[in-house]
């Protein structure tokens, strides 16, 4: 990352550092499961309130490490809460879907999008496009709701 210095001195300085073993995200590249360690874990605060960085090992260590943004989408997930953020984020091809314990501890999963990060100018869209991709995935939530309640 270019910006690595901004991510140090800017964000992490103001976030809080999660102590907890994390398991291992990985992705699919080329039709082959990729693995990326998760290296740091960070909650942010102030202005960034209810925004994760997630700091992982490269596999191929070009750069070294990767640096995601995520948001939660939903604090309980499941199949049915991911298909309907699946639906909402299709258009926003760099956003990724994950389900992940934030608090291992809890055993409660999330449903996080992640958003990665490479200079300062991405990670203040990213926080927008994450933004408002939670807000329109709660809108589609609300819309569920009342068409039930309204049977």
Known sequence: MKDESFLKTEIIKKAKELKARYPSISEIVDGTQKILKIK?????RDEFKN???????????????????AIILASQSSDFLASIAKETIKEIGSIKLIQFSIYPKNFRISLLALKEIRNKDEFLKS???LKDSRINFK?????????????
């Not at 809108?139 to 049977?151: H, M, R, W, Y």
């Open 40 to 44: 740091n874990f960070y909650e942010m």
């Open 51 to 69: 925004y994760y960085l997630i700091k992982v090992k490269n596999y191929n260590n070009d750069p070294k490490f990767r640096h995601f943004l």
């Open 127 to 129: 926080v927008k496009i």
């Open 139 to 151: 809108k589609k939530i609300d819309k569920i709701k009342n068409l039930i309640e309204n049977k």
